[in-house]
């Protein structure tokens, strides 16, 4: 049948009153509320502005994944139809968002308003009276969480623990079979569906703050009470749906504005991500547009063990690790410290008791007894918390750190040749990039690229880089802590050839803290692959060794490293480098390079300094 003949037909069977004779219907179908229920959204290199929901049973006419206007008409359609479904099948129990907004937009559908049990008691039991948007801090071990996470807490109306409530979490369906790699790789490319699921908020909590070790902020939003049930309709109707889940756009971050873009008319956030939604990006967005209320903060098992080893002497904290490891618990290990650091020293061990168990490896048989035998001992002692054993908030979050892209111009000398070289970083952060707000010690960039122009007008791709990460965690008292690096992509080494070569690098080490700054020993891979290096490749290994420091001022890096390479002594590659970064502000920053590569008798130094901007 022609398309407009059956247009024709849905419209002659809604329409009934005078009033939906004067209304535009046609223009109804593009009002941009209207748009934010179905999803109709472009991020990416999408052509059409079309749906973003993939599930066919989310639409009520065959084409409305690509025709808001017959999806309008097929909405309105059933809801005055009068066909034989169960009453939860029904299209006012199926979308109550979208029969709240048009009954407001057309009254007469009001009294097509129909008593909806399934959903009814699924509201009553979320009770919603507040929305927080919770933010779980970047986690490096996993790669659709090294930005950070998103996901909803709904408070319960009267409820005083925020565990009890709810949680709306929007997530990637992946296949468990596929290995961290073919993860990566489908999850760039939208190969896995993503689903909202509701859950017991305390299920989260112990998600990410035990057995993941993240931090959680949870931001209070400035909804009024009609927009969170709104909300709450529109968690319904998209619960049992999915979209394409990509890392970079559609991810967890990028849905929620639009779950928050669909509660009201008045909010308009997702036109702001179109190419890549970063999920403390967003937060700023939400902070610009008025809508935090208040900002709560939840420390993990791991920042709570730090906090109390922080105010213990090392014993102190080499006991705590014997009363949780030892077979036989001897509390009269404690007889020689005053109550207030037995105390402390109970706190911790009880701390790392968690720890361990949340972790799930650990061997240690008799952990649950004795993490109760801990608590009875520390119930014993006649004194309370004090302030030492409250983990302090940090002094800046996550959303008030640099922006996440950076644009870097650079001036410099390559040997004998000068250059002006830019470079582009679209995500995330590096060792020298001002601190506050993000991991320490940590780097993790993604998709970065420089270019040099050298002074006789040749135009070089300096490097590529598809993923370049640094988890430089100190060993602590208690844990044992792995610093470890990966990068591969494509980059210019002249001492090698002087043509962009790909480039796969590992390493694996331990870091230490220090007075000031830190220390890192690794042992790293180092490979080379280009058909004008000798048997067209290079491949070696050897110490990498750096220090860092981290302040607010600035910050320095200095490494060395050598390349054992099997070809024999003259193939060996050395690196020396030293970078000085110093922070002008939040968005500007100056920095200064020296580097020094020898090999084969020969040597390549390069010096630069560059303005970098952060936006």
Known sequence: MNICLVRLFLLAVIVFSPSVFCLDLAKLSQERYWLDLLHYHKAGFSIKNQSQVDDENFFLAINGKFDPHAELLATLSAFKSTNELSIDSRAQCRFPARFYWLSEKIPELRQYKLSCPEFDTWQATLSPEKIYLVFPAAYLNSPSSMYGHTLFRVKKSGSTNALLDYAVNYAA????????????????????????????????????????????????????????????????????????????????????????????????????????????????????AGLIKSTQYRPSTLTEMASLQSNLAQSEIELAKRLVEEQIFKPELLGRYLVAEQAKILDLAYQYSRYLAAKKKSKILHLGARSIKLLSARSKLSIKEDESTVVPTPKYRDDQGHATQRVEIELGKHVQDEY???????????????????????????????????????????????????????????????????????ERKSILANYPMFNLAAGYGRSYNLALGQLTFMLNLDTYAHKRLDKGYFVGAGPHINYLYQGSAFSLLAEYSKVFNEQGATKHLTTYNLELAYHLNKEWQLRLNGKSEQASRASSDTIAIALVHYF
């Open 173 to 288: 369906n992946p296949d468990p079979n596929d290995n961290q790699l073919v993860f990566s790789y489908k999850g760039l490319a939208g190969k896995y569906p993503g689903v909202f699921s509701v859950m017991p908020y305390y299920q989260k909590v112990q998600e990410y703050g035990a057995l993941e070790s993240r931090d959680i902020w949870e931001y209070e939003l400035d909804l009024k009470p009609e927009e969170v049930n709104q909300m709450v309709r529109h968690i319904w109707e998209m619960k049992n749906s999915y979209m394409d889940y990509y890392f970079f756009t559609e991810n967890c971050a990028y849905q929620l504005l639009s779950m928050l873009d669909a509660s009201s008319d008045r909010i308009s956030l997702i036109h702001h991500f179109s190419f890549r939604a970063i999920p403390t990006d967003t937060i700023r967005v939400l902070g610009r």
């Open 420 to 490: 002006l070289g830019i470079n582009y970083r679209p995500a995330y952060h590096d060792l020298l990039d001002l601190p506050e707000g993000y991991i320490t010690n940590s780097k993790l960039e993604m998709f970065s690229f420089g270019a040099r122009r050298y002074r006789q007008g040749e135009i070089k791709l300096q490097n590529f880089s598809f993923i370049d990460i640094r988890s430089l965690t100190p060993v602590s008292g208690l844990l044992s802590s792995n610093s470890w690096q990966v990068k591969f992509g494509f």
